[in-house]
């Protein structure tokens, strides 16, 4: 059983940055392959990026356009997720998620443990 913590949501102005992370309890964890999804009120889940076990291979949905960055480090157990420019639609609770599958990283239903959520609010 993996366990997942975020941390690092707040409220920041559009144009901001924060740095979300995801602490696993896992000391295999360099075996997952690693997901960040995001849920904004009234909508479903979705795909927002994603690195796979090694971190060799990167996913990223188009609505991030080159400002967010995922990446991981094996010898903490913690993925990261970096987001620049942020803007008010990026509103939402951010989840990290862990697979072994590693056949489609950006479908919810790949992924088997789920953290928490952390808030993520930018103000216009």
């Known amino acids: 059983q993996v366990q997942l913590v975020e941390s690092g949501g707040g409220l920041v102005q559009a144009g901001g940055s924060l740095r979300l992370s995801c602490a696993a309890s896992?000391?295999?964890?360099?075996?997952?392959?690693m997901g960040w999804f995001r849920q904004a009120p009234g909508k479903e889940r979705e795909f927002v990026s994603a690195?796979?076990?090694?971190?060799?291979?990167?996913y990223y949905a188009r609505f991030v356009k080159g400002r967010f960055t995922i990446s991981r480090e094996n010898a903490k157990n913690t993925l990261y997720l970096q987001m620049n420019s942020l803007e008010p639609e990026d509103t939402a609770v951010y989840y990290c998620?862990?697979?072994?599958?590693?056949?489609?990283?950006?479908?919810?239903?790949?992924?088997?443990?789920w953290g928490q959520g952390t808030q993520v609010t930018v103000s216009s």
């Open positions: 998620a862990a697979t072994r599958k590693g056949v489609s990283p950006v479908a919810v239903n790949e992924y088997d443990y």
């Open positions: 896992e000391r295999t964890f360099s075996r997952y392959t």
């Open positions: 690195i796979s076990w090694i971190g060799g291979s990167t």
